[in-house]
């Protein structure tokens, strides 16, 4: 999502679903100024993959 005017910071969310249900969701302003809507983009996948993985563990 694009930055904010205010602080430039991008605000990034995911929601996560297993079989169908929603288990969680996040919504947050990143804490740094990205320098590129890729590196935002990036940010936000890898902070979804680590709770990805997480779910994953907790679930086995």
């Given at each position: 999502?694009?930055?904010s005017?205010?602080?430039?910071k991008?605000t ?6 297993v079989g169908g249900n ?9 804490n ?8 935002s983009?990036?940010?936000a996948?890898a902070h ?13």
């Open positions: 999502m694009a930055g005017v205010n602080d430039r991008s990034s969310g995911y929601c996560i679903f929603l288990v969680t969701w996040k919504s947050k302003k990143q740094v100024v990205a320098r590129s809507s890729a590196e983009e990036y940010r996948m979804s993959a680590c709770e990805i993985f997480w779910i994953k563990k907790i679930a086995a």
